[in-house]
C-alpha cells in the first residue's frame, strides 16, 4: 500500500500486483526478510530491534494525541475510554 501510494519513492518496483491485485513483489520481499530473520538461528538477536519498532510506533501514537489535545483541533474526539491528558 505504501509503495502504491507513492509514499516511498524507492519502493515503487513493489506496487506491482498481479491481476488477482496481489502484491507478489512485496510478498517474496516480507518472505526473504522473515527468512533472513530465521536463517540468523538466533531469535534474540532480532529481539531488541522488533521491540524498538514496537516502542516507536507507541511513542509517536501517544505524541499525535499528545499534539492534538495540545492544538486544540476541532476534528481531534478521542473515543478512548481510559483517554486523560
Not at 75 to 80: A, E, G
Request: one cysteine or more; charged letters at 15%.
Amino acid at each position: 500500500a505504501i509503495a502504491k501510494d507513492e509514499i516511498v519513492p524507492f519502493l515503487a518496483p513493489f506496487a506491482v500486483s498481479s491481476a488477482r491485485g496481489e502484491p507478489t513483489r512485496a510478498l517474496i520481499m516480507t518472505l526473504c526478510i522473515a527468512q533472513g530473520g530465521i536463517l540468523l538461528g538466533n531469535v534474540d538477536y532480532l529481539a531488541p530491534l522488533l521491540a524498538m519498532f514496537f516502542l516507536m510506533c507507541y511513542a509517536f501514537v501517544n505524541l499525535a494525541c499528545a499534539f492534538q489535545t495540545l492544538l486544540r483541533t476541532p476534528n481531534w474526539r478521542p473515543r478512548f475510554k481510559y483517554y486523560h491528558w
